[in-house]
């Protein structure tokens, strides 16, 4: 079984930062893409970036582009979040994920259905 642990949340002021990480466990899988979404209350989970596993690739949310940064350690297992300069608006649930199976070179995954892993989330509150 696979696991996708995500640590790193809590309560920030806006402007401030945080990093999020997430650990992967169990048994071996294959990963393309490792996503990082989120939710907030009553709404929809959302794509917020993803990182190519094998040459570190990232590709970002419109609402996220330039304060976020998405990274990897291949060694590890893990994946992060650098998050700056967050914004009440960025409050919501984060939650990491893992696709399994490759797309092409300039394939983008933005969407909940394309990954096969999630994690249980991590909560993330920006207060104003």
């Known amino acids: 079984q696979v696991q996708l642990v995500e640590s790193g949340g809590g309560l920030v002021q806006a402007g401030g930062s945080l990093r999020l990480s997430c650990a992967a466990s169990?048994?071996?899988?294959?990963?393309?893409?490792m996503g990082w979404f989120r939710q907030a209350p009553g709404k929809e989970r959302d794509f917020v970036a993803h990182i190519k596993w094998t040459d570190g690739r990232e590709y970002y949310a419109d609402s996220v582009k330039g304060r976020f940064t998405i990274s990897r350690d291949n060694a590890k297992d893990m994946v992060y979040l650098q998050m700056n300069n967050l914004k009440p608006e960025d409050t919501a649930v984060y939650y990491c994920a893992a696709r399994t199976t490759d797309g092409g070179r300039w394939s983008i995954f933005n969407a909940v259905r394309h990954y096969d892993y999630w994690g249980q989330g991590t909560q993330v509150t920006v207060s104003s």
């Open positions: 169990g048994r071996a899988f294959s990963r393309y893409y």
